[in-house]
C-alpha cells in the first residue's frame, strides 16, 4: 500500500465510525420521543398499547381524588374532552385545580392514563409552553399581562 492510500483508508475508516455513531445516536433518541397530546386530539390519535405521550391541559376542577398513601387521581381537560389520570408518588407543590400540567406516562388496559411525572407551573405568569399553545388556540386560556 502506497502512503496515500494508507491515509484514504484511515479517513474512510473515521468517516464510517462517525456515520455508525451518529446513527445510533438518532435511534437512541427515536426511542425517548414521547409526542405531545392535548385530551381532545386523542380522539384522533392512533397509539399502540404501552406507548408513552405527553398529555397536557388544565387540571379539571373538583377532579382530584387522593387514595392511600401517594396515589391520587385527577382529570386533565382542555375544556373539550376530559382524560382520567392516575398518578402514584408526590404532586408538585403548586399542583391544584385549574392550573396547567403535563404528565408523562401511557394508558392503561381500563382506559385511565396512568403518568409517572406530573410537571405543574410554577408560578402564575407561567405555564408550559405547549399546554398554552394548544389552550390559546381553543380560546380556552388567556395571557394575563401584569
Avoid at 405543574?120 to 386560556?141: F, Q, R
Wanted: hydrophobic residues 40%.
Amino acid at each position: 500500500m502506497t502512503r496515500k492510500q494508507k491515509r484514504l483508508s484511515v479517513i474512510a475508516g473515521a468517516l464510517a465510525f462517525l456515520g455508525a455513531a451518529t446513527a445510533l445516536t438518532f435511534y437512541a433518541l427515536g426511542q425517548k420521543a414521547s409526542y405531545f397530546y392535548m385530551p381532545a386530539d386523542l380522539q384522533t390519535a392512533t397509539l399502540e398499547p404501552g406507548q408513552r405521550i405527553r398529555l397536557g391541559g388544565l387540571v379539571e376542577n373538583g377532579s382530584i381524588v387522593r387514595g392511600q398513601g401517594t396515589q391520587v387521581a385527577f382529570g386533565v381537560t382542555d375544556s373539550e374532552k376530559t382524560v382520567k389520570v392516575r398518578y402514584t408518588g408526590i404532586l408538585p407543590d403548586l399542583f391544584r385545580e385549574g392550573q396547567g400540567v403535563i404528565t408523562e406516562g401511557s394508558f392503561g388496559p381500563d382506559g385511565d392514563f396512568i403518568a409517572d411525572s406530573v410537571l405543574a407551573k410554577h408560578d402564575e405568569n407561567y405555564m408550559p409552553k405547549e399546554v398554552a399553545d394548544s389552550l390559546k388556540a381553543k380560546g380556552v386560556w388567556q395571557e394575563t399581562t401584569q
